[in-house]
């Protein structure tokens, strides 16, 4: 490689070339980009050399060189040679290189073949360098071997020279270019609001997110002063700090309000002086909003003034244990102050026998859990436990790991203490209520029961569920129907067999006032009671004996203050039975005595009723024996009367006339003696045979049929008295005909008989009253006093005598006895002397009337 001086410049090439030069030069000045200078460059390069082709390259960032424009290469061509150069980047006192014929130059002997297909055979090398080193190259190619002139050279060289000059400055300015769109970037994406603005207050830049926020753009405000944009309050306070931070000469934060769609923002600004060529040009402000932030204080804030103020105690912990805050109502609640509590170990407020929980709800709360509602117990500071209800919950850091925990403690020793009280009442009615049910049951079920041993086994049972004694048992005196008296016992709650081998309770000093009846005895513990252990041989409880510590005993007592026996509980436990338990079982012995005495009477009636029926049987027979007596009597007595009365009436007849006044008198008195006799054996006779009831069931009968063939037979009686009759209707009745007609004879007869002044008026009538048919037989005769109304149905009863009334006294006697067999009643109804008689009878009537 040689660089061979052009042998002269001709003038008109002269020419030419300071035209081009001057055009390229014209072009660099207005050239908006480097490939507006490349471009000038390869056009002036064509037009001042020789050369047909040429090419410029430059280093880019990476190092590499590329072509950046050039004229006639192949695509091929420019691939194959990218890169290559004879300068590295920035290399210093670089030449021109000519190669005047590549096929003679050996350097270039591995590229010949891409030159010849190229049609190249000569190169000229110029590069582009500055101070700062070789930019890049130009490269002029020749189609034929060719020796560059040295005129060639240099222009090339002088075009190179302002090409590197143009190049550096375009890329200046487009790096500053960039830097600033970058800024602008920045600044437009800021979150913050960016501003400048001259002295004169007025607008010089502004950012995005000031048109966004203000709802402008950047050219309604530009040029623009606050006083033009916002309320002329808000502008004030602008400039007003605008020029605080002028003033200072630093940057100052004021916060200010400026008015958005939704209301007032607030902002932290940041305004600083600007300063240009160390020059105030005025005020840059760098605005962030924190209206957001200011809610949140405030929220915090809030929600700090509600921890602080709440009643319930909130605490934080960390996750190691330790407490990091305490709020007033920890303080309360606790009795420690923060400073006192803050830092210490949460597991210093557990009751000693809570202390493991502690950890437990930790490992829960670090495993995300929450406990809530928790019930346990804390000591407070003066050492006094309290019960809590705790709601324990994870605290989450921003990232969402848990970094402590937040226990919220509430008091419910109130609570607690009103729920124990609760139950404690709870179980007091139901005690009641069992008691109530018990005491319900006592009444009626004693009161019911008439069976001694039933009776009592029931006292026990009520009695010991009663008191809630584990065993009760009822020791009572009993009297057999042959007034022997023993003890016998019942037992509850316990077999007969815990009984069995020890003997009845005796008169100790613990049992005597019992069966002495001298009130209620109760013992909270026995076994420490004076009267306890006084009496050999066991001086105390037998051996196997139940044990006893609570005791309670009661007598029962009759009526008539007699000790019917004594109730006793016991309870394995000492001061089971209180004085409630007292007063009930001192009324449950009340009732079970009255019930006993009851019981007694009930069996003493039992024993009486044996005995009169016993003795009524007894007297049946009697009767009956004195009936059959009677009437055999009577009966016999017929046979030696008619004889006498015979022999008396023959004697009459045959000496009558032979005797003296004084024995026919006595003959006489022989004869009307035995006729009187006679009737009243007769009588007699019908009596005990009215008491035997006729054969066979009682037909019904009409009792008008009856009547009117009654009053036939006395037919003669009553014509001879001109007696009248009144009779009303009668029913049919179920009584034997012969003995309803024995009564009308009899009543209808004595009507007849005791008849006053006046002919005998006689009323029949007959009523049904209450399931009774009444019959009513009246007369108007003598009548009858008062006071004989009863003694007139006895036997032989007369209230006249034989002179004045004839009559034996039997018949109303008669009466009675037909009338109680149909299960009837006679009675006087009414009656006086002189004012006639009214007798009853009251039959069963008979439901089937014709
Ligand atoms: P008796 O007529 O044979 O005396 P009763 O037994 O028939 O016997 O009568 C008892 C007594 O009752 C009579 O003696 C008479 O005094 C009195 N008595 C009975 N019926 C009447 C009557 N209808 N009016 C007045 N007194 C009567």
């Known amino acids: 490689m040689s660089v061979v001086a052009h042998p002269r410049w001709s003038g008109e090439l002269q020419l030419s070339r300071l035209e081009a030069l001057y055009e390229l030069l014209a072009s660099l000045t207005q050239a908006e980009a480097l490939e507006d200078v490349y471009e000038a460059a390869i056009k002036s390069l064509l037009a001042t050399t020789s050369a047909k082709r040429a090419s410029i390259l430059t280093f880019d960032d990476d190092g590499v060189i590329r072509f950046k424009a050039w004229h006639d290469l192949s695509e091929r061509y420019r691939q194959a040679v990218t890169g290559h150069t004879p300068w590295q980047r920035g290399a210093r006192g670089a030449e021109p290189i000519l190669v005047s014929d590549v096929l003679k130059d050996e350097s270039l002997s591995a590229y010949r073949g891409l030159f010849t297909s190229e049609g190249i055979r000569a190169l000229v090398f110029i590069p582009l360098a500055l101070d700062s080193g070789v930019l890049g190259k130009f490269m002029l190619y020749y189609s034929e071997p060719h020796e560059c002139p040295a005129d060639e050279l240099q222009i090339a060289q002088a075009i190179a020279a302002h090409v590197a000059i143009a190049t550096e400055r375009k890329r200046v300015e487009i790096e500053r270019m960039r830097t600033e769109a970058r800024l602008q970037a920045v600044i437009d994406n800021s979150p913050a609001v960016i501003f400048v603005k001259d002295h004169a207050g007025r607008y010089l830049l502004v950012n995005r997110r000031c048109e966004e926020l203000f709802q402008t753009s950047q050219r309604a405000m530009l040029g623009h002063t606050d006083d033009e944009i916002f309320p002329a309050e808000v502008a004030k306070r602008f400039r007003e700090n605008d020029q605080l931070a002028l003033s200072a000469g630093k940057p100052l934060a004021v916060e200010e309000l400026a008015p958005q769609e939704d209301g007032l923002h607030s902002y932290i600004s940041l305004k600083f002086p600007l300063e240009e060529h160390g020059k105030t040009i005025g005020v840059c402000g760098i605005a962030t909003d924190i209206t957001e932030q200011k809610r949140l204080e405030a929220a915090n804030r809030h929600l700090a003034a509600i921890v602080e103020s709440s009643h319930d105690a909130i605490i934080a912990e960390d996750l190691d244990g330790l407490i990091t805050s305490w709020n007033g109502g920890a303080e309360r609640l606790y009795g420690y102050s923060a400073q006192e509590a803050i830092g210490e170990p949460v597991s210093f407020l557990a009751a000693s026998e809570r202390l493991n929980e502690m950890h437990e709800i930790l490992a829960k709360v670090r495993a995300g859990e929450r406990v809530q509602h928790y019930e346990t117990k804390r000591r407070r500071k003066d050492g006094t436990v309290i019960d809590v209800s705790i709601s324990v919950s994870p605290i989450r850091d921003a990232s969402g790991e848990i970094v402590g925990a937040s226990t919220i403690a509430r008091d419910i020793t109130d609570q607690k203490q009103a729920q124990a009280k609760h139950a404690q009442l709870l179980v007091r009615e139901q005690e009641a209520r069992k008691t109530a049910e018990l005491l319900n049951r006592v009444g009626p079920a004693l009161a019911s029961l008439l069976d001694l041993e039933k009776l009592v086994q029931e006292v026990t049972d009520i009695a010991t569920a009663l008191v809630g004694a584990e065993f009760g048992a009822f020791f009572h005196n009993v009297v057999n129907d042959k007034g022997e008296s023993y003890m016998l016992y019942s037992l509850s709650g316990v077999s007969r067999e815990a009984f069995a081998g020890f003997p009845m309770p005796r008169n100790t000093c613990v049992f005597g006032p019992t069966f002495r009846g001298e009130g209620v005895m109760r013992s909270d513990d026995i076994t420490k009671d004076s009267r306890y252990g006084k009496n050999p041989p066991y001086n105390g409880m037998p051996k196997g004996h139940l044990p006893v510590r609570s005791y309670l005993a009661t007598p029962v007592m009759s009526r008539n203050g007699e000790v019917l026996g004594g109730l006793f509980f016991g309870h394995s436990q000492a001061g089971r039975f209180t004085e409630i338990h007292e007063s009930l079982i001192a009324g449950v ?44 009597a009577s009966h016999d007595l017929q046979e030696p009367l008619r004889t006498v009365s015979l022999c008396a009436q023959m004697l009459e007849r045959n000496i009558a006339n032979e005797l003296n006044s004084e024995d026919a008198n006595f003959l006489t008195t022989i004869v009307t003696a035995s006729d009187r006799m006679t009737n009243l054996i007769e009588d007699l006779l019908a009596y005990t045979r009215a008491t035997k009831y006729p054969e066979g069931p009682p037909p019904t009968v009409d009792a008008r049929a009856v009547l009117e063939t009654t009053l036939q037979a006395l037919q003669g009686r009553i014509q001879e008295t001109a007696a009248t009759f009144d009779v009303g209707l009668l029913p049919a009745v179920a009584v034997h005909e012969a003995r309803l007609s024995q009564l009308f004879q009899n009543l209808i007869g004595n009507a007849l008989k005791y008849r006053g002044q006046e002919p005998p008026h006689i009323c029949v009538s007959a009523a049904e009253r209450d399931g009774w048919t009444v019959f009513s037989i009246s007369d108007n005769g003598i009548g009858i006093d008062k006071e004989f109304s009863e003694q007139i149905f006895e036997i032989f009863k007369r209230l006249h005598s034989r002179e004045e009334y004839e009559g034996s006294g039997v018949g109303l006697a008669i009466c009675r006895r037909i009338v109680e067999q149909y299960g009837g009643r006679i009675w006087l109804e009414k009656s006086a002397p002189g004012q006639g008689s009214e007798f009853c009878i009251a039959l069963p009537s008979k439901r089937t009337l014709n």
Not at 600 to 610: G, V
């Open 589 to 632: 012995a009340a009732q079970a005595g009255i019930a006993m005495d009851n019981a007694r009477l009930f069996q003493q009636t039992k024993w009486a009723e044996i005995e009169m029926r016993r003795s009524n049987e007894e007297l049946r027979l009697v009767n009956q024996d004195l009936e059959s007596f009677a009437y055999s």
